[in-house]
Each structure stands twice: as structure tokens, then as C-alpha cells.
């Protein structure tokens, strides 16, 4: 056995070691033979690669199960306190490598199966991505979820079972399609279901009130519709298998799945509209809003999960700990973002109506109990729910609001807070134009102990924007925690050929500390390393043009520049940034092809939101831009355009470890962090971004002699907007934008339909509201600056190195221990 097959050690094992390896792979290959014979009931020679991932799976599942019980006897026999994660998101990605990894036996599985003639690496690309999550958020989410089970912080992940979650996305004649992610259809065999944990959710229905000897009001809601949520447990596993946790998704089921007497009648379908009903509420993620069905399907997804998380939590709290006055001493709740907001309410509910906790002390033990991690500065973007739709939908809660308004501007108002402008911005119930919403984030805010930003700069803007009056009146409640990554997932997995020579360079400790990764700026220079680290990312780069080949037809060069930006597609990520200055490199290229161009791969991939329109025409620029720069052979190749369709965990972790420049562009002063910034950097790509969100952070850390920023700032976007933006003047002072503009309108990209982008072009040069015109020379420029630092090849790798060495303080381990410290007051485990 060599050096390379031993993982991620990167030293020669002593004997003992080899025997134990050895071992480890017999036993491997008789519980995977095992769980191909009495699980999946196939033989060897008929069993098809789906069959060995599900033997695999099961049998890898096994070895977790032994930490998740004894994780559980041992928080339950502490008493220790939990942490309950509460996310509409959970981007886990595939499970099986996680596993492995973290379990620590690879290569003995890899050794196993091959014994067995099966590749792993094959049975890696058989499992489907999860599909429980869009982007950030969801990412984010599972990231925690990996980091608390590895700092062993007792907790549960709570979120919705999507049957099939966000679309997948197609791409038709360069137009975004979607269709089902059918990711369960062959079943998931990480997960146990819990038929024996099921709660009623209700919904409508109507309020009673009695009144009891001494006068006090007790309220009963009623609900005219009942829907099931049954729980489906996956375990999650931290590093070394320290810790496992738990992921809990509910699915929803109807109370009576079959209405017989109209069965018997005839009406077949009619039998069976109360199921469908309730099972709607977790086929999809994020259906869409545009329509009032729309609307209330996502206020019931919302609902759902929140009550059946909540009535388990509490359940679990008085099984174990006794009087639910000491909730907040056994249980921290994290709302991410305004999604799960209305479980403040719900908890009211619980304690108040069917505990008979007194209103005070019901709020004392919620306030408590709950934080509330924001994730967005737009204002558009924090939920808000038409009052009409949630008396109809939840009326015993809307009266709970009501209350819990009531008491909050009372409360302000016996401070001397008297101000009706002030008291109105920081009422739960927003008044305009003769309608009313309840605001999900201020709801969230009132009921939270600690709300907390997810970089510096975010966590600054929310107290001068979004929640500035809310900020002035509880300025105790904001305070920071910069989002993070697990580097196991987004370093030992995604990129081991990386991995590996850090492990041989810096020890082994590095797996454990990422703040060993500081050992490489000594290295940053040297030119052997450097050929070291060129050497594993070409070998990347290599794998991702056969991704091009294979997906969009055509190969790569490896030796250009991978020029990458990977996220949701939103005109404040502003794809169409990126995309107006790849037209004028390639109308520059055309002018001067006798120029020293920098070869480059300009890579897209991300969502639109179904119902985006503009955001959908962006991916259609794209493809159509791409169609015509790869077809012209004026070009020489010098530039590659692809849009790599349905963006998801799995293809971004064949992306990020071949990227060369990481795109973080975004509109200064709304994106909120951003971790694809952190997963890019730390696998040695080179940021080109404004001051926004993480990128500030990550300027600080790298230095900017190795990242390129360009563009206006926070304040200079608020100054703009202010002092009223023409777009036109920019547009007219800068020959480069104007020829883009004229090139693009006039359909040169789209000669098939040439008004297509006439519209999008008269929207950036009369409402530029993203100001993607008042930076474009700045990026252009910026741009040209990475061409001239890729073409100094040393300099280049000395700046990647060093990007790896020092986003170490990027991990969410890092995160979790200051949630842990600062909010919900549980210890963490040592590395």
C-alpha cells in the first residue's frame, strides 16, 4: 500500500496500523455484501450500481448509528442543554462521501469495494443531491448542522421533507425550464422515518374564549382543518465522528387520507382532494407567491413546520427536563431568517393556551428561548403576510400578534417612546394604503433575545437600515456572527488532491485546526510548492472540461483562466454585470487580436426564481452570448462561455476546486455575507468583488495585494441613490458601455428575435436600481488588472496560496462557537 493510498495522512502507517486498515476493510466488505443480500435481496452478479450505493449507504448508515445513539444517552444522561435549528432550508447535498469522511474510513471502503470490482467514486455520482434548499441559506444551514455534531453541541436540525424540493433545472434553446426534482423516487437510505411521531397541525377554524372564577380569559382555537406532520430522522455526523445530531423533516399527510363515502359514490378524485391538499404542503420548495393560492401554500409551509417542530420540542423538553417554565434553560431556538418567525407565535400559543403559563411569563420564557439570524437587507425581502390571510388561515395567532403588538408599543410608549412615525416603523402591523401585513422580520426581532447579522458589514447596515428604529430602542440586541464553511465538505471532500498536500506539508493537525493553514505563507513563494498546488488544480481544471464536454458539447483549456461565478441568479448578484463586460472583452478581442489576451473560461451557473422574469432573461443573455463568442473563430479560443445548468451542491464541488477567479459582484451593501466567496477562496481562487457582505472580511484577512476590488461602496450606493442616479450620463461618458449596449440591443446576441433584450437594456439606462452601469468601467478595469496578475504566473500562485492560508477563521466551526458562546449559552467540544 503507498503513501497516496493512505488518505489524507500523508505519512507511511506503522504496522499495527495496516493490520487494524486491513481489518476495517474486511469488515466493510462483509456488511456492504451483507446489506446487498438481506437489504436491497440482489446477488453480485446481477446487482447494479444502484444497488452497491444502497448496500454501501446502508452499511456506512450502520456505523453512524452507533455514534447517534450514544450521542443521545449522553445528552440525555448530561442534561445538557439543545439547540434547535429551525430552517424552510437544508442544502445537505449527498450524504455518502460526508460520511465517509467524517467516519474516517475512505480508503478502506474504497479498498473494500474494489475488492468487490466496484468503483466508489462511481457510486459517488448515483446518489442524487437532496433537494431541500436553493442556495446560501439552505447551504448555510447544513454547514451548522456538520460543524455543531462536530463541537459535539446537542442539537436538532428542524425543516420540511420536500418531495421535490426546488426544480431542476433545464436549458431549452437558452431559456430556463423547470421541472420536478424527483430526488426521493428511488428511495433516500439515510433517512428513518418516524411513523410513531406525528403531530396535528391545524389551520382556519375558529376561537372560543371562557372565563374562569377569578375573571381570567382562557382561548381555545378550534381549527377547521387538521394536517399530519410525520417526522423523518437523518443523522448527521460530525468530524471523527465525535458527535452525531439529529436532521428532523416533517412530511405532511392527511389526517384521512381517503374520503370513503365519496369513493363509494364515484367521485374518485373528489375522494381524494383532502390528501392532496395536505401533501402539497411539502412537494415543493418555495412555490411560487405570485398568485393568492400561491400565498397561502407558502404561509402553510411556514406554519407547518414551525407548530410540529415546536409541539416536538416541547414534548421533549417536559419527557426529560419536567415544567415547561425552564424551556429557555433547556432549549435554544435559531430561526434562519423570517421563515420559521411565526413560531414565536406558535410558542405563545403552546405555553399560554395549552399550558397555562401566564401571558408575562410566556414572553419572558419566548424571548429567552428564540435568536434570529437575518439574512438579507432587502426590504422586499422580509416577509411580510396580508392580515385578511392569516385571521382566515391562523386566527387564533393573529389574535396572539395583536397582543404581542399591543404590549410592545405600550411598553415604548410608557418609556416616553410617544412618536406615532416611530411607533408605526416599529409596530408588527405595517398600515399602507388601506391594507395591513404583519411584518414576519420585526415579529421576529420583538421576540428574539439576540438578532444577529452574518458579516460585519451586514450586522452594521441592518442597525442603519432595515431594523434602525428597532436598533435604537433595544440597541443590546444586534450584535455579528460572519457566516462560515466546513472546510470537510468544502475542502477534504471537494478537493483531496489539495488536501493531500497540505496534509503533507503543514501535518495532519491542519485537518483539525484550520487555523494551522497560516503554516503556508511561509510557502507562498516557494516555486516547488507552487508547482505542487498548479499541478493539483490543473488535474481539477481537467476533470471540469470534461463536465463542458459532457454537458454543453464542447471542451476547455485547462491552462486558461476559470473565471467563475456560481450563485442564484438575482440582478443584486448581478450576473448581467459580469456578462456586460464579457461582450466587451470579446468586442476588445476582436478589435486587437494581435494583443497578449489572458485565455479565459468564463463559467455561470444558479437558479432563477421560477416566476423572476428578469432574472430568467439573464440566463437567456448568457446562452445566447456563449453561443455566439464560442462560435466565432475570430476568437481563437482566447474566450469560452458556458452556462452549466442546475446549479446544486454536487456541481459545486467539481466547480470550486477548478476555479481560478472567484465572482463576487454584487451591489455594495446588500449581500448579506455570502459563503461561495469563503468554499472559492479557501480552494486558492482569487476574489474579484465590491466591499460587500463576507468580501470586506475577506480583504482584511488575505490583503489586497491578492484580491481585486472595484466599485462603489456601501455609502457611495446610498449617496447615489439619494442624490437620484442617471444611468444615461454614465452610459454615454463610457465608449465600452455604450458599444456593449448597442451591441446587445440591437440583437446582435439575439438575431433570431432582435427586440428580445430592448427592454433590459432600457431598464439599466432609466432604472438602474443595482447600478450595474456606475461600475462597470471599475470592473472592466479591475478585470484587466487579473489578466496582467495571471500572466505573472509566481506572483499569481503566491496570491492563491495565500488566499488559502488565511480564510482559516472562514470555518463554521468558528461560527458555532460564538452562537454558542454569545447566544445560546451551551459549551463546545475542543479540537
Known amino acids: 500500500m503507498n503513501v497516496e493510498q493512505q488518505g489524507l495522512t500523508g505519512r507511511i502507517p506503522e504496522p499495527v496500523e495496516l493490520a487494524k486498515s486491513a481489518h476495517n476493510v474486511e469488515a466493510l466488505r462483509d456488511a456492504v455484501m451483507a446489506k446487498l443480500a438481506y437489504a436491497v435481496a440482489k446477488d453480485p452478479t446481477s446487482a447494479q450500481e444502484r444497488d452497491w450505493y444502497i448496500a454501501t449507504a446502508l452499511a456506512v448508515r450502520d456505523r453512524v448509528v452507533d455514534g447517534w445513539a450514544e450521542s443521545y444517552r449522553h445528552t440525555n444522561d448530561t442534561q445538557n442543554k439543545r439547540v434547535y435549528y429551525m430552517s424552510l432550508e437544508f442544502l445537505i447535498g449527498r450524504l455518502l462521501f460526508d460520511s465517509l469522511t467524517n467516519l474516517g474510513i475512505v480508503e478502506e471502503m474504497r479498498q473494500a469495494l474494489a475488492s468487490l470490482g466496484v468503483d466508489l467514486d462511481r457510486l459517488r455520482t448515483v446518489e442524487p443531491d437532496a433537494a431541500l434548499g436553493n442556495g446560501g441559506l439552505g447551504r448555510l444551514a447544513a454547514c451548522f448542522m ?22 431542476r433545472q433545464g436549458i431549452k434553446d437558452g431559456w430556463q425550464q423547470e421541472y420536478p426534482e424527483n430526488w426521493l423516487t428511488n428511495g433516500n437510505p439515510w433517512e428513518f422515518e418516524r411513523p410513531e411521531i406525528t403531530y396535528d397541525v391545524g389551520f382556519g377554524g375558529t376561537v372560543d374564549i371562557t372565563y374562569g372564577p377569578d375573571g381570567a380569559a382562557t382561548y381555545r382555537w378550534h381549527p377547521a382543518e387538521r394536517v399530519s406532520a410525520v417526522a423523518y430522522d437523518t443523522p448527521v455526523v460530525g468530524w471523527r465522528c465525535r458527535h452525531v445530531n439529529t436532521l428532523r423533516l416533517w412530511a405532511a399527510r392527511a389526517v384521512d387520507p381517503l374520503r370513503l363515502d365519496a369513493f363509494n359514490a364515484g367521485d374518485y378524485v373528489g375522494a381524494l382532494a383532502d390528501r392532496v391538499r395536505a401533501e402539497s404542503i411539502s412537494k415543493v420548495l418555495y412555490p411560487s407567491d405570485a398568485t393568492p393560492a400561491g ?3 407558502r ?25 415547561v417554565e425552564m424551556l429557555a434553560e433547556k432549549a435554544a431556538i435559531q430561526l434562519n431568517d423570517t421563515h420559521p418567525a411565526i413560531g414565536v407565535v406558535e410558542l405563545m400559543r403552546i405555553l399560554v393556551d395549552l399550558h397555562d403559563v401566564p401571558w408575562a411569563k410566556a414572553w419572558d420564557i419566548t424571548q429567552a428561548t428564540f435568536g434570529y439570524t437575518n439574512h438579507t437587507l432587502l426590504p422586499e425581502a422580509l416577509e411580510t403576510w396580508p392580515v385578511h390571510l392569516m385571521e382566515r388561515l391562523l386566527p387564533r395567532h393573529m389574535q396572539i400578534i395583536y397582543l404581542i403588538n399591543a404590549v410592545h408599543l405600550d411598553g415604548l410608549r410608557a418609556k416616553g417612546n410617544s412618536d406615532p412615525a416611530l411607533l408605526s416603523s416599529v409596530s408588527l402591523i405595517e398600515e399602507s394604503w388601506g391594507r395591513q401585513r404583519v411584518r414576519m422580520g420585526t415579529l421576529a426581532f420583538v421576540g428574539a433575545h439576540r438578532v444577529n447579522g452574518v458579516s460585519a458589514l451586514h450586522s452594521e447596515l441592518m442597525k442603519e437600515t432595515v431594523f434602525r428604529d428597532l436598533h435604537a430602542i433595544f440597541p443590546e440586541k444586534i450584535n455579528n456572527k460572519t457566516n462560515g464553511i466546513t472546510f470537510r465538505r468544502w475542502l477534504y471532500e471537494a478537493n483531496p488532491g489539495l488536501t493531500k498536500v497540505l496534509v503533507d506539508t503543514l501535518g495532519p493537525r491542519v485537518l483539525d485546526d484550520p487555523e494551522e493553514l497560516l503554516g503556508l505563507e511561509k510557502f507562498a513563494s516557494d516555486t516547488e510548492f507552487q508547482a505542487k498546488l498548479k499541478a493539483v488544480r490543473r488535474k481539477n481544471k481537467e476533470a471540469l472540461s470534461k463536465v463542458f464536454q459532457h454537458r454543453l458539447g464542447f471542451p476547455v483549456d485547462p491552462d486558461a483562466l476559470f473565471d467563475v461565478q456560481i450563485k442564484r441568479i438575482h440582478e443584486y448578484k448581478r450576473q448581467h454585470l459580469n456578462l456586460l463586460e464579457t461582450v466587451a472583452l470579446y468586442n476588445a478581442i476582436r478589435a486587437d487580436p494581435g494583443r497578449n489576451w489572458t485565455p479565459r473560461v468564463k463559467i455561470f451557473a444558479g437558479k432563477a ?3 423572476y422574469h428578469t432574472a430568467k432573461l439573464i440566463i437567456k443573455l448568457a446562452n445566447d452570448i456563449a453561443r455566439v ?5 475570430t476568437v481563437r479560443g482566447i474566450l469560452k462561455v458556458g452556462f452549466l445548468q442546475n446549479y446544486n451542491v454536487s456541481l459545486a464541488e467539481q466547480i470550486i476546486p477548478a476555479a481560478d477567479l472567484s465572482e463576487q459582484i454584487s451591489t455594495a451593501g446588500l449581500e448579506a455575507s455570502g459563503t461561495g466567496n469563503m468554499k472559492l477562496a479557501l480552494n486558492g481562487a482569487l476574489t474579484i468583488g465590491t466591499l460587500d457582505g463576507a468580501n470586506v472580511e475577506i480583504n482584511e484577512r488575505v490583503g489586497e495585494d491578492n484580491i481585486f476590488i472595484f466599485g462603489l461602496t456601501a455609502e457611495e450606493v446610498e449617496a447615489r441613490r439619494r442624490n437620484g442616479y442617471n444611468a444615461r450620463d454614465v452610459i454615454a461618458s463610457s465608449p465600452k458601455l455604450s458599444e456593449v449596449f448597442a451591441s446587445i440591443e440591437s440583437g446582435v446576441f439575439s438575431p433570431d428575435d432582435t427586440s428580445r433584450y430592448r427592454g433590459f437594456i432600457e431598464m439599466l439606462s432609466n432604472h438602474d436600481h443595482f447600478l450595474v452601469t456606475a461600475d462597470f468601467d471599475a470592473y472592466y478595469a479591475a478585470q484587466r488588472q487579473v489578466d496582467a496578475h495571471w500572466q505573472n504566473g509566481a506572483a499569481w500562485w503566491r496570491s492563491s496560496i495565500l488566499n488559502t492560508a488565511r480564510v482559516g477563521w472562514f470555518s463554521s466551526d468558528r461560527t458555532i462557537r460564538e452562537y454558542a458562546r454569545d447566544i445560546w449559552n451551551v459549551p463546545v467540544q475542543t479540537t
Do not use: C, W
Not at 153 to 167: D, K, Q, S, T
Not at 299 to 323: C, M, N, T, W
Open 146 to 167: 456538520e460543524s455543531m455534531a462536530t463541537l459535539a453541541v446537542p442539537a436538532y436540525g428542524y425543516g420540511i421533507r420536500y418531495e421535490n424540493g426546488l426544480f
Open 299 to 323: 404561509l402553510r409551509q411556514e406554519f407547518f413546520f414551525a407548530s410540529a417542530s415546536l409541539q416536538d420540542l416541547v414534548r421533549r423538553h417536559i419527557k426529560q427536563y419536567g415544567p
Open 609 to 611: 426564481a421560477a416566476s
Open 629 to 633: 463568442v464560442n462560435s466565432d473563430p
Open 295 to 297: 400565498q397561502e401554500l
